[in-house]
């Protein structure tokens, strides 16, 4: 039998600690690298990862059903994860670029808000189309009671379904989670946009303002590319659906914040180092 034959992998929720460990010693050397190369450019690196963090630890909060959903037989809204949280990051991510000029705190709050806002429609809509579209009401299948309102599931829930709809608690979860996400996406995009603003003038020779452009378009197209990155990460995760933050599976979010924090560390260095190679050049 082979190592890899034999190695158990962990059970439920649980971190793997040989693995873990690697992975964090890999985001130190990913750290350490942009210290050497770029000092200038660390404080965005930590920006960065902490936008990752944000967002793969947000995703879990979105209440997601899948193929079941659509059908009325598991509650949540009736696509991936990775889909749903990334329409819900992009748009924090276009409010929070428009106040970028406003200061980090300012940009990452709106980013936050429109986040937060896209998902509070997105539920409020599908809770619509469940009751008055497919008339059935909104029942979670993992706990007997909403742990906000302390409604009642079972009496409302169909027999041979996982529950239905969008429960209260399903509600607020998604719209936490976007804003994680939404605010996580944004922190990500300005961090990178400091990078860019710093170091693109010396590239091309130019003034801030002629590369505004080319700065607002790579540091916008990393941040797209770094938001699907953890909104994937969380999805392999969660394996499947998942209804909130009451949700048993909801505990398995620190195995994805581990991972966010080393990917959002290696897609970081690689966003920076793309303007420092060419400044070394």
């Not at 497919?134 to 979670?140: E, T």
Request: charge should be neutral.
């Amino acid at each position: 039998m082979s190592a890899l034959g034999a190695a158990k992998p962990a059970a439920g929720g649980a971190i793997d600690p040989v693995s873990s460990v690697v992975g964090l010693v890999l985001a130190v050397i990913f750290i350490g690298i942009v210290f050497v190369l770029a000092p200038a450019a660390l404080f965005p690196l930590l920006g960065i990862i902490l936008g990752g963090v944000l967002i793969g630890f947000g995703v879990h909060f979105v209440p997601v059903g899948g193929a079941p959903a659509a059908m009325g037989q598991a509650p949540g809204i009736a696509t991936g994860v990775a889909m749903l949280a990334a329409g819900a990051g992009l748009a924090g991510l276009f409010g929070g670029a428009w106040a970028a000029e406003l200061g980090v705190v300012v940009a990452t709050v709106t980013g936050a808000i429109g986040g937060g806002l896209m998902m509070a429609v997105t539920c409020l809509m599908v809770n619509v189309i469940y009751v008055f579209g497919m008339g059935i009401p909104a029942a979670s299948g993992k706990v007997t009671k909403d742990p906000l309102t302390g409604d009642t599931q079972a009496e409302y829930k169909s027999q041979g379904t996982e529950g239905h709809g969008l429960p209260f608690i399903s509600f607020v979860g998604g719209v936490v989670g976007g804003l994680f996400g939404g605010g996580g996406g944004t922190l990500i995009y300005l961090m990178l946009l400091q990078v860019y603003e710093q170091y693109l003038p010396v590239i091309f020779n130019a003034k801030v303002e002629e590369i505004m452009p080319v700065a607002v378009s790579l540091a916008g197209i990393f941040a797209i590319g770094l938001f699907l990155v953890n909104a994937v990460l969380a999805a392999y995760n969660i394996t499947g659906t998942i209804e909130g933050p009451h949700d048993p599976k909801f505990k398995r979010f620190p195995r994805a914040i581990v991972a966010s924090l080393v990917a959002s560390a290696l897609c970081g260095l690689v966003a920076i180092l793309i303007v420092v190679v060419n400044l070394n050049i």
